[in-house]
């Protein structure tokens, strides 16, 4: 997904695409909670909650939300030595 630039043509009123700038190249882009290591039932583990008050357009630069990526991502820390404790893999052996 990216942002559309959009810029006024000089021959008319009409807005003509400039060109497509992708999220990750802003500058300001991040990815939440990349500074800890997450455990399955880490304190800092939370569900975002995003209340827009307004409408939000296609490739809006919002937050993006990846409902599919849930299991996936669950199955790969549960899989991982390097993320996850002995203790915790036999805490949640019986979720997968």
């Known amino acids: 997904m990216g942002i559309s630039i959009l810029s006024r043509n000089h021959c008319s009123c009409e807005p003509t695409l400039q060109k497509v700038i992708h999220s990750i190249d ?19 583990q ?3 909650r995003v209340l ?15 409902e599919d990526g ?13 993320l996850l404790a002995k203790a915790y893999r036999s805490r949640w052996r019986e979720c997968f």
């Open 26 to 44: 802003l500058g300001n882009w991040h990815v939440d909670g990349n500074w800890f290591t997450h455990f399955l039932d880490s304190s800092d």
């Open 46 to 48: 939370s569900l975002l």
């Open 52 to 66: 827009p008050f307004n409408d939000m357009g296609p490739s809006a630069g919002r937050t993006y939300i990846c």
């Open 70 to 82: 849930l299991k996936p991502i669950t199955r790969w820390l549960y899989a991982s030595a390097r």
